[in-house]
């Protein structure tokens, strides 16, 4: 139905910078929510950045300032950029997508495979 592959994740510095993608495919006919989660190790699962079809964002207040979530509603993409990474951000990073497939009036969420994101010196 739906597939979301993520790619950009890894060992960072503190202080460096990292960006995540997500590219959603399947049967869509409709995203509505885009964002990121992350989850440590011993830890719930957490929203990072949210984006909606509308344009508006929201961000966790562990990263406002240090994070800009972008989305292209055409390629079905959302960008996470996060800066001045701290050891606290290390986590398994999540995308997810609201969407509407085809034969279905309703949206369901659905979560990539996650991509570890490490930092540390």
């Known amino acids: 139905q739906v597939q979301l592959v993520e790619s950009g994740g890894g060992l960072v510095q503190p202080g460096g910078s990292l960006r995540l993608s997500c590219a959603a495919s399947?049967?869509?006919?409709?995203?509505?929510?885009m964002g990121w989660y992350r989850q440590a190790p011993g830890k719930q699962r957490e929203v990072v950045a949210t984006s909606t079809s509308g344009g508006s964002t929201n961000y966790a207040d562990s990263v406002k300032g240090r994070a800009t979530i972008s989305r292209d509603n055409t390629k079905k993409t959302v960008t996470l950029q996060m800066n001045s990474l701290k050891p606290e951000d290390t986590a398994v990073y999540y995308c997810?997508?609201?969407?509407?497939?085809?034969?279905?009036?309703?949206?369901?969420?659905?979560w990539g495979q996650g991509t570890q994101v490490t930092v540390s010196a």
């Open positions: 997810y997508a609201g969407a509407m497939v085809r034969d279905r009036s309703y949206y369901t969420g659905y």
């Open positions: 399947g049967s869509i006919v409709s995203i509505s929510t």
